[in-house]
């Protein structure tokens, strides 16, 4: 894992900026995204004291899963994931070489697979996907503290 505290020891917690990235390729790349998502997060909580519900833990791990395991799906090549905590959030980016953008498709219950973008949607507080001048980067930021009724702060139960 490549995590990095900039900085650290010398400025407020707020101004650091707490990160980690790693390339992945072949399908055993996704599983190591997945922990590096874990390790980060640990490490955001246990080092930086900033807190992590258990839901965020798992929202996390699933965004980077679904974003990595489309990437090694669709793209030539390797992708890259970034993670920063970003104002109480985790920003989860993946880039790849493919500038094909994805789109959500229609409801169809008799279709298998292809959710992925649509879970990521409906897991992060943001989702945006940006063609690169290689490639594309799809953005997503889950907040990371629940409200004490258990949902995602900032955030209405539906």
Known sequence: MNAAAQNEGQEPLADRLITASAAFEG????????????????????????????????????VVSELVTNA???????CLLNLEINDGAAQISVWDSDTTLPSVRAADPERIGQHGLELVMAVSQTC????????????????????????AAGRQAM
Request: charged residues 20%.
């Open 27 to 62: 399908s055993a790349g996704i599983a190591e995204a997945r922990a590096l998502a874990r390790d980060f997060l640990t490490s955001v909580q246990a080092d930086h004291g900033l807190p992590v519900s258990a839901r965020a833990m798992g929202m996390v791990q699933l």
């Open 72 to 78: 090694r799906k669709y793209a030539p090549g390797p």
């Open 128 to 151: 945006c996907v940006h063609r690169e001048p290689v490639g594309k980067k799809i953005t997503a930021s889950v907040v990371l503290a629940d409200d004490p009724g258990g949902d």
